[in-house]
């Protein structure tokens, strides 16, 4: 979980210069895409560990 909320953090810092500072679009751009990948891997985890609880309540 601090993995997920570090990236985030920097994914929002560089969504900011990137936004703000002129020429540095590309950093806006990258924000986006670390966001997206951050997404996906708190997505796999949480099925992962979702998918594993169910499997042995019998």
Known sequence: MAIFL???LVAV???LVG???EGML???FIAI???MA???FIATRRSRRSH???G???
């Open 19 to 21: 936004a703000v500072v």
């Open 13 to 15: 810092i560089l969504g």
């Open 52 to 54: 594993r609880s169910h």
């Open 33 to 35: 895409l670390l966001v």
């Open 6 to 8: 570090f990236l985030l």
């Open 26 to 28: 590309y950093l806006l």
């Open 56 to 58: 042995g309540a019998r």
């Open 38 to 40: 951050d997404v996906a």
